[in-house]
């Protein structure tokens, strides 16, 4: 909080959490004078009531501590406050509407175009990378990072193999985590 108070030149910032961090950047956002918008990828108000009750299950019965912080930052009030909220789901922007009937509220969508890119030319590409037309491609696209996951999809590999063993496993993106990147070099060298 300290830190992001005293960043200098901002002039708005974006979140995409809510709860106490999104509170920090709300109280932040409210003290230097800025606005602030949050983007939703899904589990606000879109989520199944059996699935959001097993989130706080842990915590039944235990004091929290950070509720006091939470209060103090109005970590309750992130989407009242915000200027704008984005949704990635149809769905939660309907919910995040009925909700906040007053706020502004986009629609993003988070996903592809498959059509898009089903016209792609996949001869060329499996000459480019020495891939015969009989190989089964597994591709991920994202950045490479520990959020991604990536490293699951390569522990799975020798399972997959096993099944189809003309599968190829594809990864492209940026890597943010060099650590990361390396551990998966190295996971898939030793397969």
């Keep these: 909080m300290?830190?992001?108070?005293?960043?200098?030149?901002?002039?708005m910032l974006h979140l995409h959490t809510g709860k106490r961090v999104g509170g920090i950047v709300r109280h932040v956002a409210r003290k230097r004078g800025i606005p602030y918008v949050i983007s939703l990828h899904g589990g606000v108000l879109d989520v199944p009531e059996d699935e959001s009750a097993t989130w706080t299950s842990?915590?039944?019965?235990?004091w929290e501590w950070g509720k006091i912080l939470g209060y103090w930052v109005g970590s309750r009030r992130v989407l009242?406050?915000?200027?704008?909220v984005i949704c990635v789901g149809q769905e939660e922007q309907r919910r995040i509407r009925e909700r906040y009937p007053a706020q502004k509220v986009h629609h993003l969508p988070n996903g592809v175009n498959?059509?898009?890119?089903s016209r792609g030319e996949g001869a060329r590409f499996r000459s480019r990378h020495q891939l015969a037309a009989d190989e089964r491609i597994?591709?991920?696209v994202g950045r490479i990072d520990p959020q991604k996951n990536q490293l699951f999809l390569i522990r799975c590999l020798p399972e997959i193999l096993?099944?189809?063993?003309?599968?190829?496993?594809?990864l492209i993106g940026h890597v943010t985590n060099d650590d990361y990147?390396?551990?998966?070099?190295?996971l898939?060298?030793?397969?």
């Design 58 to 62: 842990p915590t039944q019965g235990a």
């Design 80 to 84: 009242n406050d915000a200027a704008a």
């Design 138 to 140: 597994l591709l991920t």
């Design 181 to 186: 990147y390396q551990s998966l070099l190295t």
């Design 2 to 11: 300290r830190a992001l108070s005293r960043y200098p030149g901002l002039q």
């Design 188 to 191: 898939f060298y030793l397969l």
């Design 162 to 170: 096993k099944r189809e063993p003309r599968a190829r496993l594809i």
């Design 114 to 117: 498959a059509r898009k890119f």
